[in-house]
């Protein structure tokens, strides 16, 4: 899907992302970094979920909401369920993006990511099977054939109707799983690879929009294949930044 320039000026972009506890130090980089590189021109909104909305983040220019982590399963899980809870704030928008709080903006991103399902390759797993979710009783279930790329949960954007249509299923999927007593295996991302699979991406970006800081991953899945990426969304190493 191609936008005109006019478009700038009539669409209206939502960017989401949640930090609470130690993940609040990522904030003033990563909206600064928004603010610098994200779809120049258009109108943005960042909203940002957190359990201190009202701490003042040096350089953030962004819409706060309270977020205390309150449920029994994964964090990463509940995320489908607070955004649906919020809807009376974010809906409205016609394209939605998700970022994790620990990622950084280091190029410019434009109308690639304004496609209707956008996913990402994730940088561990390229041209190699990904860690689905292998209990045949999870909703999040992914059999042995299936050689479709593995999609990176930290990054995603769909347009607005698509946008609510995945909180709907994956909502649906969480709560099967749970009524269940079952937590998939990587939480949020195994939810949104089972999703892929019956709604494939209308654009698919590559690994440098899931740019590893932890070089051994570009060594040992890129370089061994003879492939390199430029980096335009860096993922921050958790073990460096958090301890």
Not at 85 to 105: K, P
Request: charged share 25%; net charge negative.
């Amino acid at each position: 899907m191609m936008y005109k320039e006019q478009d700038k000026f009539n669409r209206k972009i939502c960017v989401l992302t949640m930090a609470t506890g130690p993940y609040k130090q990522f904030l003033p980089n990563l909206i600064a970094s928004i603010n610098q590189y994200f779809l120049p021109g258009y109108d943005v909104t960042v909203h940002v979920y957190t359990d201190e909305p009202d701490s003042d983040f040096p350089r953030v220019r962004a819409h706060f909401l309270e977020h205390i982590p309150a449920r029994k399963w994964y964090p990463t899980l509940d995320r489908f369920h607070i955004f649906v809870d919020s809807r009376m704030v974010i809906d409205g928008y016609d394209n939605y993006v998700y970022l994790d709080s620990d990622t950084l903006l280091t190029d410019y991103i434009t109308e690639e990511i304004l496609g209707d399902r956008v996913y990402v390759q994730h940088c561990g797993f390229v041209n190699r099977r990904g860690p689905y979710e292998s209990n045949e009783n999870s909703a999040c279930y992914v059999g042995d054939e299936n050689k479709s790329p593995y999609i990176a949960g930290s990054i995603w954007a769909f347009s607005n109707e698509e946008f609510w249509k995945f909180m709907d299923n994956a909502i649906k999927m969480v709560e099967a799983d749970i009524k269940n007593r079952i937590l998939p295996v990587w939480a949020d991302e195994s939810v949104i690879n089972r999703y892929s699979l019956d709604n494939p991406a209308t654009t698919l970006l590559d690994p440098s929009y899931h740019y590893p800081e932890y070089t051994q991953i570009i060594t040992d899945c890129w370089h061994n294949q003879g492939l390199d990426y430029p980096c335009k969304v860096l993922q921050l190493d958790k073990s460096k930044h958090l301890g």
